[in-house]
């Protein structure tokens, strides 16, 4: 039994709509016009996201199976990034004051030039995230770009 599955079987009966998602969201009839490593992806750098250790313990496991190291690394620079970004971004959207708006962020983000995996991948990571951590200006940036 995967350490996914494991996981699964350890939530609770009120949980039970997080265990049968669980099992059919992570397939390809559960993420539709994704491709296997999309998917894989985003559950990772997801499930990064959402700071539950056991829970980014498993995706990884299970996703090593699909992901070959730079699909692996690029799903967890996503998070990283995003992490960063989504607390500056999500203040300044909150903040309501226009001046925060055109102050330059300085914030070092070389990865998302080069993140050593498909940009577009990197980008529907990104927006995975940037959903997981309630940042409404990078959800819109990143569906903005993915939608091009």
Known sequence: MSTLEQLRDSLPDYARDLKLNLG???TVQGAPGLTVRQMWGTALASAIASRHLPLAQSIEAAAR???DE???TGAK???AVMGMNNVYYRFVHLVGDA???TM???LRMNVMANPGIDKLDFELYSLAVSAVNGCGLCIES???LLRK
Do not use: F, T, W
Request: charged letters at 25%; aromatic letters at 4%; proline letters at 5%.
């Open 104 to 106: 330059p962020a300085r």
């Open 77 to 79: 620079a996503a998070a």
């Open 99 to 101: 001046d925060y708006q």
């Open 65 to 67: 199976a699909e992901l």
């Open 70 to 72: 730079a699909g692996i």
């Open 142 to 144: 990143h569906e903005k």
């Open 24 to 26: 059919s969201v992570l």
